[in-house]
């Protein structure tokens, strides 16, 4: 009898054991899947700044309820976590820039892209026309009052592409006078923060060089060096959300919102300034977009179509950001690369009529 209850207590303390390491093992499966979840959101993006990024990535993958209309939008537009926008007013349909942006991207088989509806005229236009579309009315800022529409809307674009980061939503911005060949989530790299169009037209006044300084009154010393590029064009660019690309879009919003400045400025300084003093940079890295697939309308007028036909590459997307007659010239980069028309660019001159 004694050895019966002995052999029952042996096997009690086995199941005991066997219990315990079941636990330890669920608990350190757990542990490692939060870890490898740090680390997949530090690799995009360090320590995230708000919870709604974490929240965002895991709730889609749950199928939680939406936090808000927006990301309802978005799981439906953009389910993978990636999407193109274009913020606009109805006027940019009247001007046809915006129905032109449009057409170019229905003919693609690419389907997460959106218009950001600012006002209630474009937002029923967009429900008419069965257009996705996101409805987010805005104030207009003073200190951009008088500046044109175009001018407003791009002022006010950083805090709306800021809700988008905060879901966890990657995001290409394209403003409405660009039209689109080729899906451009096929071309980008992702491997940094911003992922830009140059207005640089060559590869040194795009990619960067180096220039010399001659200061003749320095004697032995009188030569330096800097380095310099075109600024990135704030109407083309996508953004990894992370905590990094969030703090940007929070520190441009602040600084158009309270400074009478041309946001292509205030971007292009929060990206490149360099920390100093009791500056803090933002510490973006940036990746500057291929200058003849992600072209400007610059390149394409004084060079590109120059070029023999087989030394041109066919374009992703297209922006009319150098010439005045945009629609014009959108339709007639459409006929030239969509259409095959290689006269369609003849009657344009290299720069603005």
């Known amino acids: 009898m004694e050895d019966d209850s002995q052999g029952k207590h042996k096997a009690s303390d086995v199941r005991s054991r066997s219990a315990l390491l079941t636990v330890a093992l669920f608990a350190g499966i757990c542990l490692g899947f939060m870890g490898a979840e740090r680390v997949y959101l530090y690799n995009h993006g360090g320590a995230v700044a708000t ?59 690419f389907k997460n892209w959106m218009v950001v509806a600012i006002d209630e005229q474009l937002r029923d236009y967009c429900k008419e026309k069965g257009i996705n579309h996101y409805y987010r009315p805005v104030v207009i800022p003073g200190t951009q009052a008088n500046t044109g529409d175009n001018h407003a809307i791009s002022a006010m674009k950083f805090e709306i592409l800021e809700e988008f980061l905060q879901l966890g939503w990657d995001v290409l911005l394209s403003d409405v006078d660009i039209i689109t060949v080729q899906n451009p989530f096929d071309f980008l790299v992702r491997d940094s923060d911003v992922e830009g169009m140059s207005d640089g037209y060559d590869a040194s006044t795009a990619y960067g060089e180096i220039y010399g300084v001659d200061d003749a009154s320095m004697g032995w010393s009188r030569y330096a060096q800097g380095h310099k590029h075109m600024a990135l064009n704030s109407g083309l660019f996508w953004l990894k959300a ?112």
């Open 51 to 109: 919870g709604g990024l974490m929240r965002s990535r895991v709730a889609r993958s749950l199928g939680s309820k939406p936090a808000n209309e927006l990301e309802r939008v978005l799981r439906e537009v953009a389910p993978t976590g990636e999407v193109m926008i274009a913020i606009s007013n109805m006027n940019l349909i009247h001007s046809e820039s915006l129905t032109l942006w449009i057409q170019s991207l229905q003919r693609l088989p």
């Open 242 to 353: 992370n905590a990094r690309t969030i703090r940007l879009m929070q520190r441009i919003a602040k600084r158009v919102n309270t400074e009478r400045q041309w946001d292509q400025s205030v971007y292009n300084q929060e990206i490149f300034n360099l920390a100093h003093g009791e500056y803090t940079s933002p510490q973006v890295s940036v990746r500057v977009m291929d200058i003849y697939l992600f072209i400007n309308s610059k390149t394409l007028f004084k060079y590109v179509r120059k070029l023999p036909l087989d030394q041109q590459k066919l374009p992703v997307m297209m922006h009319m950001n150098y010439h005045p007659e945009k629609t014009e010239r959108m339709k007639a980069a459409l006929k030239y690369f969509v259409e095959g028309d290689k006269k369609a660019l003849d009657a344009f001159p290299d720069g603005s009529m």
